[in-house]
């Protein structure tokens, strides 16, 4: 059964999209089944993973609506070795008219059950807001990566997503996890940096993960070339610290399945 993993962090521009695909592609690189889920109508991830996002007949969107389904909206991402449910801005709409509908918070939740099996990894790319799309993404998950970058606000957001991920689990989705916290666009000169990512460390112990990824220009031109960084320039700092956390999620659920 595939582990779910939400990618979430309410703040924008912190690394979600980048994280998710070149994640997604590293675990494809070391034989995980993986699909990535996009769902931010921004389409980043879509577009990230080499799929035009406007020439798209079926979307999420239809999955989350009810009137597709996930067999028939996902698509084989072949450079990338894995599978892709796409998103465009079509899905901002999905917020409102899902008001409505049965069970809207765990409409991805039950779409993603019919295909759970068929997978190692499904990740999750959250937009940037506390929104119904991302509390479906919260119901559908059972573990929540957070990246983040290490500035002088991101302890105050992370309390607030933290907040959530509590409510989350008292009331639709008992099982969820903070799987860790990811420093992202890590310039190891800046001292502010060094400083917020001590105390991180000093707040959430194990939750941090040991990769850090750096700031690397290879992972920003990647998505312009429709691949994944790896696929870009395997050598570079940004893919080689990818793979890194890729290698450090397979061995920690390699440890916690021993104990
Ligand atoms: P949003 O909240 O809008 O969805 P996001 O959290 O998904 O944003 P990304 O889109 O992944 O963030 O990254 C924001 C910008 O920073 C992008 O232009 C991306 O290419 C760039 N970027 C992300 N990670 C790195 C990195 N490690 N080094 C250099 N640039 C990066
Ligand atoms: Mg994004």
Known sequence: MAKILAITNQK???GKTTTTVNLAASLAAMKQRVLLVDLDPQGNATMGSGIDKRNLSATIYH???GSKSLHETRFHFEAGKYDV???NRELAGAEIEMVDLQNRE???KDALQTVAAEYDYILIDCPPALNLLTLNGLCAARSVMIPMQCEYYALEGLSDL???I???RAHLNP???IEGLLRTMFDPRNTLAQQVSEQLQQHFGE????TVIPRNVRLAEAPSYGVPALYHDKLSKGTQAYLALAGELLNNAKQSAQV
């Open 162 to 164: 933290v907040n959530t």
């Open 175 to 177: 099982d969820l996890e």
């Open 63 to 65: 999955v989350l609506l």
């Open 166 to 168: 509590r409510k989350v």
């Open 106 to 108: 765990t409409r991805l």
């Open 207 to 210: 939750k941090v993960y040991r």
């Open 85 to 87: 449910l796409p998103a």
């Open 12 to 14: 924008g521009g912190v």
